[in-house]
């Protein structure tokens, strides 16, 4: 489990295929940046640009995950080695809850149709794949790339976020453009309301 609370900004190093041909995955060696590995263990979890992965290897600056097909399918921006990654080691159960309950499994890929200064702040505004629509609402919230945001307002199957300078700072969302792909995960609390009112998901 998760919050949101993007700790680090690391870097895809390298990518590569499993030696076992029957594996359709891909094997990452990401660069920690900042995000301390001391307290890492094999077997851990990291969230990467908002995907929970498993720590297979650790290095003093980097740490190996295993992709599977399903998560490729499912997520963008996991195969490009040089691509900087949004950070976060899983919560302890003592950690102050900065962001919202997130497990870590995007629900599908958005795309950025604007991004533009507004005042100090900018506007990110993101279509939604149709599925996910009947989860965004008004003052909602939703993990953007691994970032916990709250959605201001949402029009047909755009939501529209305003970010602060500090959030711009701290991920990876500074490099948006129009067109670019993000990983989406709703509000699981939305997932149980609609499962508990037999909304089909």
Known sequence: MF??????????????????KRNKGLCLNIAS???SLCDVAIGDSIAVN????TVTGLFDDSFLVDVSRETLNCSSILDKTGAQVNLEKAM???????????SGHVDGVGEVVRFEPIGESYLLAIR?????????????SI????????VNRVVDDTFFINLIP???????LNELVSGSKVNLETDMLARYVARLLNVST
């Open 3 to 20: 919050t949101g609370i993007v700790e680090a900004v690391g870097k895809i190093k390298q990518v590569k295929t499993p030696k076992d």
């Open 33 to 35: 940046g900042s995000l």
């Open 50 to 53: 908002g995907v929970c992965l």
């Open 92 to 102: 302890r159960l003592s950690d102050r809850l900065g962001g919202h309950l997130v």
């Open 128 to 140: 939604a794949p149709d599925a996910l629509l009947k989860f965004i609402a008004n003052k909602g």
């Open 143 to 150: 993990t953007v790339n691994g970032v916990s945001l709250t």
């Open 166 to 172: 500090h959030t711009l700072a701290a991920t990876t």
